[in-house]
Structures are given as C-alpha cells and as structure tokens.
C-alpha cells in the first residue's frame, strides 16, 4: 500500500509539525497538573506555559491584553461563548451565507428561542461579501456582526478589514471566525478592526484537537453564558467577571495548549508567509491541472488572489461522495466532500442539490508529488465517467 496523501487540511491539519509531538509528550510528562489551583512549583510551571501560550497568541493576532484571550474547545465552541454572550432578546445581527455551521446553528438557534433576529447576506459571483451590503443592513438594534474570514468551501478570503470599519464607524461589535485563517495568513485585531476573533487550534495553527479560543478586545464585552470552577475565588457565587475567567470554565486543556504553543511557534519559526507562498504555489499547480481535465467543473477557482489553499470541485455527472471514495480507494487520497458544515454556500452555488462538492485542502507539508498524483486521480476518475456516459470532449 502507498502511504495516504493528505489533502484534507480544511478538516485539520495533518501531519503536525513533530515538535508538536514531542513537546506535548514531554510537557505533559514533566508538568500537566491543574495549573493556577495550588502553590507549588509544578503548578506554577505549568500555569506559565499556559500564560506564555495566552500571550504568544494574542501577540499573533495583536491583541492588547493576554488576559482576553481565553481557551476553549475549538471554533464552534468559541463562537458559541462569544455570539451567545453578545446577542440577547430583541437584537439584530448580520451575518453571511459564507458561514460554517458553527455560526449559522448558534445564530438560528436564537432567532428560534431567544427573538433574535438575523440577516444573512449573500457573496457574489466571485465569492467575497460586500462591506456595504453588511452595512446596509444596519439598524438601531444591531449588536452583532460575524463574519468568516477565509471559506472552508470556496477558499475566498474576505475583505475584514473593510467589514470592521463599517462596523466600528456604527458601533457594532465585530466578531471573526479565523478557523480557516489562522495559521496562513494575518489576523490583525488591530489592523482589521475585528473585536472578536474566534479561532480553533487544531487546523492551520497546527495544535491538536479539543483546543481553540477567543480574543475579546478591550471595551467589548461578552457575558458568560456558562458557570464553574476557576480556580480562583471560590467563595464568590457568581462567575468572575475578569478576563480570562469571564470565557473560561473549569480545568483547562494544558495538552492542547502545550500543543497549541509548539504549532505556533513552528509557524513562526518557518515564517508563516514563507508556509502560505508554499500552499500558494500547490494551490496554483492544482487549480490548473484541475482545470485542464475535460468533465470537472471547478467553483470560484479562477482567480486565486485572495484565496486560501482549499479547491472545490466535481466530476460532472459523478456525486461527490463517489469521487471522494475513488481517490481513497483507487489512489490513496485523503479529502472532503460533501457540504462542509456550510450548506448556504452549496445552496448559493448550486451544488446542493447535487449532495456538494469534493474539496481539496493543502498544508504545509504537501508537495508537487502529491499535487501531481491528485491531478492523475482525478484525470483518471473523470475519464471512467466519461467512458460510461459516453460522452467526448475536443
Ligand atoms: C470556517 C470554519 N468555521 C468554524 C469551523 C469549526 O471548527 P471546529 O470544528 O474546530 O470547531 C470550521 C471547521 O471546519 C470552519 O472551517
């Protein structure tokens, strides 16, 4: 058996850098005991690597405060904390038909139970959000905009920076879901104007899974939607209102952080930009093997500037479940079809009536080889598909 080539990065990241490995194995072997709760030494330390992680990460996406970046599950679990402790009977909130299912349940869950009411705008032809589509959609009782910042589906990365400033201009907290850009390309608070971000550590960061976070802007608030332990300040009945406590709840994953640490700081120590024009390149290579194979139809692939490293297509007449299961059986390819946990884009796009679309997702450590041989699958899929239709191309 050849070894499985992995173009499933949108899902997660895979391999991990092997210093993920290594230091999640040895941290947790030396340290790993409920940091914060006790004062002995062992306890400290392994508070401090948690505290360095918090302050790495805000650093990376230029936060002002260490204390408001609190950890969590992952993205779904961040945005969940930050769009439940932000929105509340009565309020508006603007989102897109972009978004992954980790925000559109939340946001349909309130407008059932809690009279929340939600627009969601649509992207256009080329797959981006219009800033001013977003704004003109604001009203007096509008508390919320969430936005995601790079498709999980079509790979368009959208203009945050220009949806921040409409938001800040009106007032209007500004939330970004980063799951798929983290790790790639910048996530800039500051420069972006998002009040929000909400990232999981397991994708482009590199971490393992069960570990992912928020960053809250100073001046932003979001209510705690949830009690516990925190290790601090027992005998007050109510949650702490202080950052990180405020978003955090009961012991926290220190392997996920330990983790989480060892991902980033490889990605600063590679260069994340170096990383990104490494994914580019591949993207690029496949796109126009793809594109040259007669019977696949590609989506929102022509112009990959302002794209991440994600391709959707399908072989035309073939479901995409089919596709997918060929290139791992027949080819030993690893990806993901189906609707991505984003059915408003294939409802948009038009392939959900066709059960979506096969999506390539390339990380750091894929190659020409691989590139070369998911071209050759899909050459060789589309032409039994072909065969049996009978049909021809010039
Ligand atoms: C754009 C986007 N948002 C949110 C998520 C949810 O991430 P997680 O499953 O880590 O919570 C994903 C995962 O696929 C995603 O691609």
Not at 222 to 241: C, E, I, K
Not at 323 to 332: A, E, K, P, R
Request: glycine content about 10%; aromatic content about 8%; overall charge negative.
């Amino acid at each position: 058996m050849t070894d499985l080539i992995y173009l499933d990065n949108g899902a997660t990241s895979f391999p991990k850098p092997d210093i993920v490995h290594t230091f999640m194995f040895d941290f947790f072997k030396r340290f790993g005991v409920n940091p914060g709760r006790s004062g002995y030494d062992l306890c400290i330390e392994t508070g401090e690597m948690v505290e360095e992680t918090r302050k790495m990460l805000t650093d990376f996406f230029n936060g002002t405060d260490p204390n408001r970046l609190c950890f969590s599950y992952n993205s779904t679990d961040s945005l969940n904390l930050a769009i439940n402790g932000m929105l509340e009977h009565g309020d508006h909130a603007v989102s897109t038909t972009i978004e992954h299912n980790s925000v559109l349940r939340p946001l349909y869950h309130l407008e059932k139970y809690s009279g929340v009411e939600v627009d969601f705008i649509p992207f256009d032809k080329k797959g981006f959000v219009d800033p001013d589509d977003i704004a003109r959609k604001f009203k007096k009782n509008t508390k919320l905009v969430v936005v995601n910042h790079a498709s999980n589906v079509i790979g368009t990365i959208q203009p945050i920076r220009e949806i921040g400033e409409r938001c800040r201009k009106h007032g209007i907290p500004f939330v970004a879901d980063v799951s798929q850009s983290a790790g790639k390309i910048p996530v800039n608070m500051e420069e972006q104007n998002i009040d929000v971000v909400c990232f999981t550590g397991h994708k482009s960061l590199l971490g393992p899974t069960g570990i992912g976070g928020l960053c809250v802007r100073e001046g932003i608030n979001t209510r705690h939607t949830r009690a516990g332990g925190t290790g601090v300040r027992s005998a007050v009945r109510a949650h702490l209102d202080e950052y990180p406590y405020r978003m955090e709840y009961g012991t926290p994953n220190v392997l996920g952080i330990s983790g989480l640490n060892a991902g980033v700081k490889w990605i600063m120590e590679k260069g994340m930009t170096n990383l990104f024009q490494h994914e580019k390149k591949l993207t690029e290579q496949l796109r126009n093997g793809l594109q040259k194979i007669g019977g696949v139809t590609m989506y929102y692939q022509d112009d990959l500037t302002d794209h991440i490293s994600i391709l959707l297509f399908n072989v035309d007449g073939m479901e995409a479940l089919n596709t997918g299961t060929l290139l791992d059986v027949d080819h030993d390819i690893a990806c993901r079809t189906g609707l991505h946990c984003a059915p408003r884009v294939h409802e948009q796009i038009g392939t959900a009536e066709i059960h979506g679309g096969v999506r390539f997702g390339i990380g750091p450590f894929n190659t020409e080889e691989h590139i070369k041989a998911a071209i050759e699958g899909v050459t060789e899929i589309a032409e039994m598909q072909r065969e049996r239709k009978g049909v021809k191309y010039a």
